[in-house]
């Protein structure tokens, strides 16, 4: 995906599934647990008050009969069994050794096995329960008023006080008259009915149950809770998983962030580079979303300074050292004027004068130009130009200064269609092209240059030849840059200032095209220039040479 936007919101979509995946697995393993320890919390004091009724029994007709009275108390089986038969781990023979309840979650996993140790034997209460039930809340009752029944009145305080360590949920004995019921729920407790009631007085949000049971004719009347229904959800939970869903989201987000924040960074210093002066700075900043063609742009932004001030210096240096050649000539000239004394002699130096300048502002013409081409922003406006009018017209305008060479033209534009004849491109420029490689093959021709055109495809290609000495293939890539020449003199009998081929190759480019250098069949250098015959638009920009 290219669009940073697709990229982080996508990371963010996934983020908040895992996030979301993580957390309820997280709430799901923890109330596992939670509901564990739940049960087994609400479980220990009704255990071990059936483990008191049955060690209280001195046969064993008479611990199975209270095992049958337990299990029509609880609405469950109650078993008696060794450690053999349950197939303990190590944990929980450590807790029932400690004296709590076990509860080992069975399939399907609504059930649970509950085991407590009888204390001082080896046998163990065994039963499988689906769930806390009212039932079994009203048997607690019961089993607590009958162990306190086993003590003398005067002891109950101690025992029930001993008692209340043994429950998860508080015990209180308290006078009926303080109870606030319901007329029903008091006809319950006169007909000496364990009552269940909901507890008013806790928060909404959290339910508890208590059970009422009155104790014989004392007045008073035994309490159990609240006992809280379990929260799947506390206040504490939802903070927590609230507080580590936002640490996850924050982490994901500066991993997703990281790498962009790292990206324009680089960009940042790379840019600060650039902006001290270092024209080597270069981005390294890669991808196809809008930051790596960015730092792409960037990057072709610096080459293309850099190349700019690089040409700039060297044609600074070229542009000094050429025209001082003319400048001293001058200068030279100047002071033989002075001493002439003849007329003859003295129009003779004042017409090489006028060359010298003459030839000094043929050298800034062609500066000028090849600056204004250099600069890279020029408009062009693309039409479709008939090349035979060009051909016809560079011949004539060759003639008067050709001399005893022959300029030709050797295409045959009989076989070609009107349309075949045109190419797109800005005619001015064209002509340009073709003006200067005729005048560069005029200074090394013997005899002829021949001018040829053709298609190849959708390309159209120009062609000039000579037979002079030809171009070795070492330099046929220095040729086109400024200032460039094959003869290393500078006199100017050698002709040109090394900038007509420059130009050339940067019009070439501007029409999307390449120029290439070869060998001609009469043993000279071939110039092909090949570009599209039909551009992409009618108006083209030119940028970033």
Avoid at 197 to 221: C, F, K, Q
Avoid at 254 to 269: A, I
Avoid at 389 to 402: D, K, V
Wanted: glycine residues 8%; negative net charge; hydrophobic residues 40%.
């Amino acid at each position: 995906m290219n669009s940073i936007f697709l990229r982080i919101y996508a990371g963010m979509v996934l983020a908040v599934l895992l996030v979301g995946a993580f957390a309820y697995g997280m709430v799901q393993l923890i109330n596992g647990y939670r509901s564990d320890l739940y049960r087994e919390k609400m479980a220990h004091g009704t255990f071990y008050l059936m483990a008191r009724g049955l060690q209280r029994q001195d046969t064993p007709e008479e611990r199975e009969a209270r095992r049958q009275l337990l299990n029509r108390l609880m609405g469950a089986e109650i078993e008696l069994r060794d450690e053999s038969s349950l197939g303990l781990s190590y944990r929980e023979q450590l807790e029932l050794g400690e004296g709590l309840v076990v509860m080992r979650l069975t399939e399907p996993e609504s059930f649970a096995d509950l085991m407590y140790q009888l204390p001082g034997e080896d046998t163990y209460i065994f039963t499988r329960m689906e769930k806390v039930s009212e039932q079994q809340a009203r048997a607690t009752a019961l089993l607590l008023l009958d162990e306190l029944a086993q003590y003398p009145l005067a002891e109950w305080d101690a025992e029930f006080a001993r008692l209340q360590g043994k429950f998860g949920y508080p015990l209180t004995r308290v006078p009926q008259s303080a109870l606030t019921l319901d007329a029903e729920q008091r006809q319950r407790l006169a007909r000496r009915e364990v009552v269940l009631a909901l507890d008013e007085s806790t928060s909404r949000s959290r339910s508890a149950v208590m059970v009422y049971a009155p104790i014989g004719n004392t007045g008073e009347v035994l309490v159990l809770g609240p006992l809280a229904l379990f929260d799947w959800m506390p206040i504490e939970m939802s903070v927590m998983v609230g507080l580590l869903g936002l640490c996850a989201m924050g982490f994901v987000t500066y991993f997703l962030v990281r790498p962009l924040q790292t990206r324009l960074r680089k960009l940042d210093g790379a840019v600060r580079q650039l902006g001290s002066g270092n024209l080597d700075a270069r981005a390294d900043v890669r991808g196809q979303d809008a930051i790596g063609q960015l730092g792409a742009t960037f990057n072709g932004m610096t080459e293309h300074i850099r190349r700019l001030i690089e040409s700039q210096r060297e044609m600074t240096r070229a542009v000094s050292h050429e025209l001082r050649t003319p400048v001293a000539r001058l200068r030279f000239g100047l002071e033989m004027l002075a001493d002439c004394d003849d007329s003859e002699e003295r129009r003779v130096k004042l017409d090489e004068l006028d060359r010298d300048i003459e030839q000094l502002d043929r050298l800034i013409d062609e500066i000028l130009t090849f600056a204004r081409l250099e600069e890279g922003t020029p408009t062009i406006e693309l039409k479709q130009v008939d090349m035979e009018p060009l051909f016809e017209q560079i011949c004539r305008e060759i003639e008067p200064i050709s001399g005893t060479l022959t300029v030709r033209d050797a295409t045959d534009w009989q076989r070609f269609t009107p349309a075949q004849r045109c190419a797109e491109g800005e005619e001015r420029y064209l002509h340009r092209i073709l003006q200067n490689l005729v005048t560069n093959a005029l200074r090394y021709a013997k005899s002829e240059i021949v001018l040829r055109y053709h298609i190849q495809g959708s390309m159209a290609v120009m062609e000039v030849a000579d037979d002079g000495p030809g171009i070795p293939f070492s330099e046929r890539e220095r040729i086109f840059k400024p200032f460039a020449r094959l003869d290393k003199s500078r006199h100017r009998a050698s002709g040109g200032y090394g900038l007509g081929l420059s130009i050339v190759q940067r019009i070439v480019e501007w029409h999307g095209g390449r120029i290439e250098v070869t060998d001609s069949a009469a043993g000279g250098a071939l110039f092909r220039v090949i570009w599209p015959r039909e551009q992409r638009s009618g108006q083209h920009v030119l940028s970033g040479l």
